[in-house]
């Protein structure tokens, strides 16, 4: 390729690395995301682009906005073919499908430049005057925005929000309801001490007096629960938190069966 | 009557001659071009880290919203007139270099986009965006395309967006909001580009072109609405392809190239078709549109003509998928035009049936400033218009295009109306995305011939930002509930604002621990966040089932309630005690039966067990009621 097919040079070994990475399965996130996004989002539209108008005057914006929305058209009229094969829409059936498109589009592209369908010359190219003083400007810009992204993802994750504890009751399995598993997750702020009891009315059949746990901790436990409780009263899971012993922090109900 | 050929089609003979060589070329040096390419991208850098600098002092609002700040609101609407007046001014001008307009153009309708990732940079917290994450979900599980998503059915029958985001996410392996985001960015960046070269092609103008696309952006939804991870979004932006690649065939004469541009159309609305509903009528009735004017045109003149081909294309593909895929487009849609078809009626008869109060919220009505600026946007639309297409009628009345464009823009007044009613009012807010099209190019005619040249053109041209200002402001005012555009702490049955982690986690335990796809009843916001953290069934009567809410706010179970929960097969409810201080909810099912009341039974009625408290948050299991289990 010459010169001038630098570009479908570049989207050809984009696409081969893709399909290579996606069939021996590797799964480096960097590379994946680096590579991945121009096959998903770029190469198959700029490639058969190129193909349809090897013509180097559409340029700029129109090349852009072309090159973007082929891509979302390969990609969503893709899905449909990948609905039916029998691959599904795995990484590796989608690398091979983009992949597929970039590689033929790009070989047409070549040949139809190579045999003078592009009869116009190459014209100003859009960057013309980007000056070292405009390029510290957009690099200001793009650190502007990353920094407002940061500023409100600080934001959003330090925003005050209630402090919870999760408690749980639930059969330990769907035919066995004798035996109940009781959990107890906690999501406050610092770490808590509860106290745990498990009653039918008033008969206590077990109780934890203290259960500590740090912040983003989980405490769970199988109960077996004796045969001799009435079915007509609930099971009552009652949690308290030590600092407040009289206050039922949290409650579950479960009605046992025969 | 006068035949005026669009410039482009006196020289244009193959598509491969870029529109920036149609214009007058004079003979100049290359050093004078480089010298003024330069002095422009100083100018767009300069403009453009003004307008950023908006985008960090919102980001300052939100993060004070979040800690209810009293200045975060004002600071917000201050960061957002940073990021418009600056690129206001400047595409007012009428010397700005086209590469500048259109690096202004691109960076404030991503500015834009970036307002709504700023107001929720962690994850969706808009409904609309759950429904289609849904849909995503249930691609990834089944590897199909078109399982029934409960939460939005007719989401599952158009989905490219989805597609799209699941190939991304295949290949990459982010996260689905990560790659949302992407998408939707891709997407902004199509949908403004496209929308410039169209109003460029149409009217021969970069200064109208860029004018024309800032008063778009001014449209109510599109600053959060059409920013969302939703398959609308994605239409939009290809319906603006369309009629961009059509307006290009229109001044092609090579039948080469008029062929490849003719397929680049065809395919692309092929996918309008599939990725969403009403864009896609939209996009069909603005082509039947144009082609009656051609037609008309064609009678008096020697040009005018109408992209037939692609309205009979437009035409079968909808029929071929409302016939055969989207076969619940029409239960969808049908009740809410037909609806407000006849509100419509009423309106015009002055007997509405829901007459909708403006500017009141949940949290109360609007401010003075805020209802003075958003009728102060709708009065300057109104007064825009008329001036705008008198100069159509004079410079363009020969192009089929331009004149539906024209009379699109009559729609608008009739969207106002609409949104007079509680029946019509959703489907004057979605036109508005459709109508600006022909508002915004309609008035850029009339400012760019009209307002901007002339004396005092500074005074002028300040003007025409305060105006734009206006717009833009009144845009939102009007377009979005007050408590949804910046972010803050939990307001009970507010959508965005309801999104808070204690939903979220007791979402994610059903999944861990009761295992996906058991049948949940809840509230709206609990249903969404259970049908995706948690990966259940929910019952909505958008999927045809029996709204859950007929036992959920009743005062006992019934007979009726337990055959309710035997037919729906209802397992289990989540219970969100803090829909307590938004009681008006419920009262449309049992108006006399308090919500403390409804919520008291699942704690005091044998065999429904509380499986799950959180503090604010229940998970009842109710299906000993019904079958023993």
């Known amino acids: ?258 | 009557m006068r035949s005026i050929l669009p410039p482009w089609k006196a020289r244009a003979t193959d598509l491969d001659i870029g529109i920036a060589s149609l214009a007058p070329q004079p003979a100049v040096e290359a050093a004078d071009v480089t010298r003024q390419a330069t002095y422009s991208w100083q100018w767009l850098g300069v403009v453009g880290l003004i307008a950023v600098s908006g985008l960090y002092v919102i980001a300052i609002a939100n993060t004070g919203a979040r800690f209810e700040a009293a200045w975060a609101e004002p600071l917000f609407w201050v960061g957002l007139l940073a990021l418009i007046t600056p690129i206001t001014l400047r595409l007012a001008a009428p010397s700005v270099p086209r590469t500048e307009r259109l690096g202004l153009v691109t960076l404030l309708g991503l500015g834009l986009y970036l307002v709504k990732v700023l107001h929720s940079p962690l994850g969706f917290t808009y409904f609309d965006e759950f429904l289609h994450w849904r849909t995503y979900q249930d691609i990834v599980t089944t590897n199909e395309l078109f399982t029934k998503n409960l939460l939005l059915p007719v989401s599952a029958q158009y989905p490219p967006l989805e597609i799209v985001t699941v190939a991304l996410t295949a290949l990459t392996g982010l996260p689905v909001f990560a790659a949302g985001v992407l998408v939707i960015g891709v997407v902004r960046v199509i949908f403004v580009l496209a929308l410039f070269l169209f109003f460029e092609r149409l009217s021969s103008s970069t200064q109208v072109a860029s004018i024309a696309s800032v008063l778009y952006m001014a449209n109510p939804n599109f600053v959060f609405f059409n920013a969302m991870f939703k398959y609308e979004s994605m239409a939009l932006a290809l319906l603006a392809v369309v009629l961009y690649t059509l307006a290009r065939r229109e001044g092609t004469l090579h039948t080469a190239s008029l062929l490849r541009l003719s397929l680049v159309a065809g395919l692309t609305l092929v996918t309008v078709v599939m990725t969403h509903h009403l864009t896609a009528f939209a996009l069909t009735a603005f082509l039947g549109l144009w082609v009656i004017c051609g037609w008309v045109i064609r009678r008096y003149t020697a040009t005018g003509s109408g992209p037939l081909d692609m309205l009979v294309l437009a035409v079968v593909t909808n029929l071929f998928w409302m016939s055969f895929v989207a076969t619940r487009v029409i239960e969808y849609l049908g009740p809410l035009l037909s609806s407000a078809a006849t509100e419509f009626v009423n309106l015009v008869a002055g007997r509405p049936e829901a007459p909708r109060q403006l500017f009141v919220s949940a949290t109360g009505v609007a401010p003075l400033w805020e209802r003075a600026v958003g009728l102060g946007s709708v009065a300057l639309i109104l007064l825009g218009l008329p001036f705008g297409l008198w100069f159509l009628w004079r410079r363009y009345r020969s192009q089929s295009a331009v004149v539906a464009m024209g009379i699109a823009a009559l729609g608008y007044p009739v969207s106002l109306l609409l949104r007079l009613s509680g029946k019509s009012w959703e489907i004057g807010f979605r036109a508005s995305e459709f109508l600006f099209m022909a508002v915004g190019f309609v008035i850029a005619l009339g400012v760019v011939h009209y307002g901007l040249p002339g004396r005092w053109q500074r005074g002028r041209v300040l003007l025409f930002a305060v105006a734009v200002a206006i717009i833009f402001v009144g845009g939102i005012i009007n377009g979005w509930t007050r408590q949804w555009r910046l972010p803050g702490p939990y307001l009970p049955a507010q959508d965005t604002r309801s999104i808070e982690p204690q939903g979220i986690e007791a979402a994610e335990w059903a999944r861990i621990y009761l295992g996906p796809d058991n049948v949940i009843a809840a509230d709206r916001t609990n249903t969404v966040l259970i049908a995706t953290y948690g990966s259940q069934y929910v019952r909505t009567t958008l999927s045809g089932s029996e709204d859950p809410g007929w036992v959920m706010y009743a005062q006992y179970f019934g007979t009726g309630q337990r055959e309710l929960l035997q037919r729906e097969r209802i397992q289990y409810f989540v219970i969100d005690r803090r829909l307590l201080a938004a009681p008006e909810r419920a009262a449309r099912y049992y108006r006399d039966v308090p919500l403390q009341v409804a919520f008291y039974k699942f704690d005091h009625t044998p065999q429904v067990n509380r499986i799950f408290d959180s503090g604010a948050i229940q998970v009842y299991d109710v299906g000993g009621l019904v079958d023993g289990r």
Do not use: C
């Not at chain 1, 600080?154 to 402090?163: F, I, N």
């Not at chain 1, 504890?165 to 808590?192: F, K, Y």
């Open chain 1, 1 to 258: 390729m010459d010169a001038r097919s630098l570009d479908l040079k570049l989207a050809t070994t984009i696409a081969l690395a893709m399909l290579l990475m996606a069939l021996l399965g590797v799964t480096n996130t960097a590379l994946r995301v680096a590579l991945g996004i121009p096959l998903a989002l770029v190469l198959p539209g700029y490639t058969l682009l190129a193909a349809l108008f090897p013509s180097y005057t559409l340029r700029g914006a129109e090349k852009l906005v072309f090159s973007l929305a082929l891509s979302l058209v390969v990609a969503a009229l893709g899905g449909f073919v990948l609905n039916v094969l029998p691959w599904g829409f795995q990484a590796t059936a989608w690398a091979g499908l983009l992949g597929s498109i970039t590689l033929v589009a790009s070989g047409l592209a070549y040949r139809r430049r190579a045999s003078g369908l592009s009869s116009a010359g190459t014209p100003t190219p859009w960057y013309t005057g980007i000056t070292v003083e405009t390029g510290l400007f957009f690099g200001l810009w793009v650190t502007v925005v990353i920094v407002a992204i940061w500023v409100a993802r600080l934001g959003a994750l330090q925003q005050p929000a209630q402090d919870f504890t999760q408690l749980w009751v639930l059969p330990a399995s769907d035919t066995n309801t004798s035996i109940v598993r009781v959990g107890v997750h906690t999501m406050e702020a610092t770490p808590l001490t509860y106290q745990l009891e498990v009653a039918q009315g008033d008969t206590l059949i077990k109780d934890w007096p203290t259960i500590l746990l740090q912040p983003g901790a989980t405490w769970e436990v199988q109960i077996a629960l004796p045969a001799a409780l009435s079915d007509t009263e609930p099971i009552t899971v009652r949690l308290y938190r030590l600092d407040q012993p009289d206050i039922v922090y949290r409650q579950g109900i479960f009605w046992p069966r025969r």
